[in-house]
């Protein structure tokens, strides 16, 4: 359908839009007007995504004189694959003309896009691919052919056309998702991967990673040629703050000092055979870094790195220190480097630093200078390439050890060093560590908010919204929180606070491990497996938490109660495992056994697998899951948020468990003809300052007859909110405006 959105000709790819879909493309439109961010917390299951993408290629269609490009970010491959299946159905109602110069497709590694038989199947693609796509591999085999290690001839053909400029002949315009690219590959004997590469700077739109704009490292190779007028998004944003840490954050274990003193060895070795074999490789880098040139282009090689971050210019314009410059005396600034952090890790007390005095340290007791760490990171980089090294997982010890010096010799502000001896969950355990945290989430992504003209954080739950400008240092244009419009209640949120014995249940500390409690929530989950049908799934606060209640479960004897009406399959740390756990459990929902799934808050599944249907129609979450407020990395960062952003401690810690626990209970409903329940287990939930912090689309939901339930009344609840759902209702009149009812509305407008 087409309509207009004030002035705008929209193509939207479906017979209806729901009137928050349309309110959402006002509210972007603004933003893309007044060139500015956004912020918006959109309901799940309210086709976001269809909304967006429409909106954004149709503005830019309608202004051929102001370009614009799509960068939208996801967090998995899987949502990768439904916005690029999205963007297909799009382009199939755009008018020929305008989709045959629109390109799109998904950017992701190597291990996802291989099309290479042996390398592919192997364990380790990233290292096969680079000793078959190597620069100086392909030196060698251009005058040796004979001697030299097989080409990759799916390179060797991208190679080709990319120096005759004939990549554009490979692929034409479309939606190309990560499948596509491989059968392209195969079809046509082209690398899908380096094509990707190369063709993210010719295409609209783009469907990657969040990693690929927040992470420096990997910013400063994907997506340094990105203009200013692009818009980016990250989608499912709601811990958007914890991936920027966790990009610039780094810990550093006994293990990795040793691995690092290995990886120096070996390092050492290469120079010796260079020296005497190859001596010219090490000089010509050597004349480079003189140069000021970094191995990788014509960069200054503290450029290469650092490209994308807020800096000052005086350090951007800065040449490699002399003292790091020739191989072998970089050689020894790593091994004191190495030494003195093997010294500082064998300590018997807890230390908490800043990045500016742990670096003045270094100088006094190694004689490093701070600049020279800042340059570490980049010099490693280079020296790798020199020594043709392809395997580089392997020098991954080293490499973390000098991403550490680098970020301590960068930044000032923002940071701690926290050396402890002991593990904090554990304390008879010796487990030595030096943890560079990050406690400024803005220092990643502040770059992209001053780089791209538009840049917009949407998700399902961002309650309360109000906070995340302060968290992220940015001031949106447009902040909005939009309600889901539904023709009947197909949400049903609860909050339990008691067993059906009246005794209040909680995973506060000293009540979690109470007998009572966790009879209480095994008879909560016996009860609802023996009346919800279909598939059932359970949150629990922790991993540990949850070993601790199903072996309690299992000792007393519920879970076999359980297991009587539904079987249960369990989350576990390995990924494979949880995989495997998952196909069974729709499996037994597929063939009407029904099913219990027990999953953690903040684990895998909570990010981006949906229960929709048949596959949830109930998610308890048992408890509130705050963070271990007895992390020392947490303590420290909630000290930063304090005299930084004026957080409040206990205003943050209920804030991040809320939107946790309302990004669990989310799996449950992905659309309006679904229907599925919440219940949050937990007395605390029946708090206002809890239950205000949730997202208003489940808050609207959650009447005041539900906000202190026994487990007897939840049951009742459930069996009548069942009973509704069974009954006939009118689909037609939860489909949305049609594009009759819009052009009516606008000629409304007009005549008032």
């Not at 503005?59 to 690029?84: D, G, I, Q």
């Not at 067993?499 to 009860?527: A, I």
Request: with cysteine; net charge neutral.
């Amino acid at each position: 359908m087409w309509f207009d959105l004030d002035g705008l000709p929209v193509c939207f790819p479906y017979d209806a839009i729901y009137p928050e879909q349309h309110e959402y493309m006002g509210e972007l439109k603004r933003a893309l007007d007044a060139r500015g961010h956004a912020l918006l917390e959109m309901p799940t299951g309210t086709g976001k995504t269809a909304a967006l993408i429409s909106l954004i290629t149709s503005y830019a269609l309608a202004n051929p004189s102001r370009p614009l490009r799509l960068f939208y970010c996801t967090r998995t491959v899987h949502e990768m694959e439904k916005t690029l299946a999205e963007l297909r159905l799009l382009f199939s109602h755009l008018p020929p003309a305008d989709a045959c110069r629109l390109l799109a497709l998904g950017l992701s590694s190597r291990k996802n896009l291989c099309v290479h038989p042996q390398v592919s199947a192997s364990g380790a693609v990233d290292t096969g691919c680079r000793r078959l796509t190597a620069s100086w591999v392909c030196e060698k085999a251009a005058y040796d052919r004979e001697s030299a290690t097989p080409l990759c001839d799916y390179f060797e053909t991208f190679d080709a056309a990319a120096r005759k400029g004939d990549l554009a002949l490979y692929i034409q315009p479309g939606v190309y998702t990560l499948a596509d690219l491989r059968s392209l590959g195969r079809e046509r004997r082209i690398c899908p991967y380096f094509l990707a590469r190369h063709m993210v700077k010719h295409a609209n739109v783009v469907v990657y990673s969040y990693q690929y704009l927040l992470d420096p490292r990997v910013a400063s190779i994907v997506s340094s040629e990105m203009q200013k007028d692009c818009v980016v998004v990250f989608d499912e944003v709601h811990n958007i703050d914890n991936v920027c840490i966790e990009a610039l954050s780094v810990s550093i274990r006994k293990q990795t000092i040793q691995g690092a003193k290995g990886n120096l060895r070996h390092i050492s070795q290469q120079i010796d055979r260079f020296k005497a074999t190859d001596a010219s490789r090490l000089n010509a880098e050597y004349r480079r870094l003189v140069d000021g040139l970094a191995q990788r282009g014509n960069l200054p090689i503290s450029d290469a790195w650092l490209a994308n971050l807020a800096l000052p210019d005086d350090i951007l314009k800065e040449a490699v220190p002399g003292n790091i410059r020739k191989a072998e005396h970089f050689l020894t600034v790593l091994w004191r480097l190495v030494r003195n952090l093997d010294e500082r890790v064998d300590t018997e007390n807890v230390v908490n630093e800043r990045p500016v005095s742990f670096a003045t340290s270094i100088y006094s007791l190694a004689g490093i200078e701070t600049t020279t760490l800042r340059f570490l990171y980049d010099r490693l980089q280079s020296l790798l390439l020199t020594l043709e090294i392809t395997d580089t997982d392997e020098f991954m010890h080293i490499q973390k050890i000098c991403d550490f010096a680098t970020l301590i010799g960068t930044y000032k502000r923002g940071f701690s060093i926290i050396i402890e001896p002991y593990d904090d969950r554990m304390p008879d355990i010796r487990d030595p560590v030096i943890q560079l945290s990050c406690h400024d989430a803005s220092l990643a992504i502040q770059p992209v908010f001053n780089r791209f003209q538009t840049v917009v954080i949407t998700s399902g739950t961002l309650s309360p919204i109000d906070l995340y400008p302060r968290l992220l240092n940015f001031n949106p244009v447009i902040s909005r929180s939009f309600t889901m419009s539904l023709t009947r209640d197909c949400i049903c949120p609860m909050v339990l606070t008691r067993g059906s014995d009246q005794l209040p249940v909680s995973t506060k500390f000293d009540m979690r491990s109470d007998p009572g409690v966790v009879r209480n929530y095994g008879r909560l989950l016996l009860e609802m497996a023996s009346a919800v049908p279909d598939g059932i799934v359970c949150f629990f606060v922790s991993y540990s938490y949850m070993d601790g209640i199903v072996s309690s479960w299992n000792d007393m004897g519920i879970l076999q109660e359980i297991m009587q009406h539904k079987l249960v399959f369990i989350e576990t740390p390995d990924v494979v495992e949880t995989t495997l756990a998952l196909d069974n459990y729709r499996k037994a929902c597929d063939c009407g056994r029904g099913a219990v799934f027990f999953s953690v808050a903040r684990g895998k599944v909570v990010e981006g697998i949906d229960f929709n249907r048949h596959y949830g129609r109930l998610v308890i979450m048992f408890g509130v899951p705050f963070q271990y407020t007895l992390s020392k990395i947490l303590r420290a960062r909630l000290e930063y948020l304090r005299e930084t952003s004026q957080i409040q401690e206990g205003d943050f810690l209920t804030f991040d468990a809320l939107r946790q626990a309302a990004q669990c209970v989310g799996r449950v409903i992905r659309s309006k003809a679904d229907y599925g329940m919440m219940i949050f287990a937990d007395k605390r939930y029946s708090r206002h300052d809890k239950r205000s912090k949730l997202p208003g689309w489940i808050r609207s939901h959650l009447h005041d007859a539900h906000l202190n339930l026994s487990t007897d009344m939840a049951l009742h609840t459930a069996r009548e909110f069942l009973r509704r759902m069974a009954q006939p209702y009118d689909k037609a009149g939860s489909s949305g405006q049609t594009e009759e009812n819009l052009q009516d509305k606008a000629r409304d407008a007009m005549e008032m």
